[in-house]
């Protein structure tokens, strides 16, 4: 592993359970400045797959959840959910913060009625009995921030009933190839885009603080096929006219002409490799407790 430094920021690799672990405790410690930042576009009840702004009721992805049991991973503050929720939808929303979770719960004031059940899991063990959601999704939610995707993708096909629905958006894997930059310095390619290695930051200790990692998209379809899903549509939203909204390295200059979002939209098949119970324990790299 690379040696790291206090209050650093490069690409590097970090031991798995340092890299899995530092996720809860960056989203505990920024969960009230990132919804201070991004909460008048999130809304406190709307379901917005990206920065592109593309909403559920649009482009429905998760088809017709009329009846259907809906799981969301890596929910944050839970707008996703408590969109569907106010809808009728029997939908649960899980994030392994408790810090954007709370910050949930306060946005359930901001829905008159609408009450969002909330559960605070690691998406690599999710406390659920196998087979007993028809539909899951998460958009921008927990699959960056674990070094091991592939597990993530098992616990969901566990939990989702067969030919049940999986739809998740990401950081486009082309954008890990140029700077996380919205202007023009953000259209010229500066590492190789086959380079794994996690962006990282580290505390005034040198300990991981922050951990995002790269997957290519045929890492991302590799993963999805090993723990029994069918890819069924790959979603590429171009930047909306007239949307000038920037957001970290997504905005209209690099929207023009690089793609910002990956939409996998995936079923689970009949028959999932080692789809048994979850073992007893913490996940790799999450703290006990």
């Known amino acids: 592993m690379e040696r790291l430094l206090p209050n650093q920021a490069r690409f590097a690799h970090v031991p798995v359970e340092a890299g899995g672990g530092a996720a809860r405790g960056w989203w505990d410690a920024n969960a009230a400045d990132y919804l201070a930042e991004h909460g008048d576009f999130l809304g406190p009840a709307d379901f917005r797959w990206c920065p592109e702004g593309l909403r ?12 259907r049991r809906v799981l969301e991973v890596g929910a944050g503050a839970a707008q996703c959910t408590r969109w569907l929720v106010a809808r009728g939808v029997d939908a649960v929303a899980t994030d392994v ?9 306060a946005l359930d004031a901001a829905a008159p009625g609408v009450r969002t059940p909330l559960v605070q899991a690691d998406a690599r063990r999710l406390p ?4 007993t959601f028809d539909v899951a999704f998460t958009a921008f939610g927990a699959l960056p921030f674990v070094p091991d995707a592939s597990v993530v993708h098992r616990e969901v096909a566990r939990v989702l009933r ?3 629905r999986w739809v998740f958006a990401v950081t486009h894997p082309l954008r890990w190839a140029f700077p996380d930059d919205p202007g023009e310095r953000g259209l010229t390619a500066i590492r190789s885009y086959f380079d794994r290695r996690p962006y990282v930051e580290t505390d005034e200790h040198g300990a991981v603080a922050y951990a995002e990692y790269h997957r290519t998209v045929g890492d991302h379809v590799a993963e999805l096929v090993g723990a029994g ?4 549509r790959l979603v590429e939203p171009p930047w909306p006219e007239g949307h000038d909204r920037t957001w970290g390295g997504w905005g209209p200059v690099r929207g023009a002409l690089l793609p910002g979002t990956a939409i996998f939209v995936c079923r689970r098949a009949d028959q999932v490799p080692g789809a048994g119970p979850a073992a007893a324990g913490p996940a790799p790299g999450l703290p006990a407790g």
Do not use: I, K, N, Y
């Open 229 to 232: 899903f069918v890819l069924e």
């Open 162 to 164: 067969p030919g049940g």
């Open 128 to 131: 659920f009995a196998g087979a």
């Open 97 to 105: 913060s408790g810090g954007m979770l709370r910050a949930g719960l």
């Open 56 to 67: 559920e009721q649009d482009m429905r992805l998760l088809g017709d959840v009329t009846g």
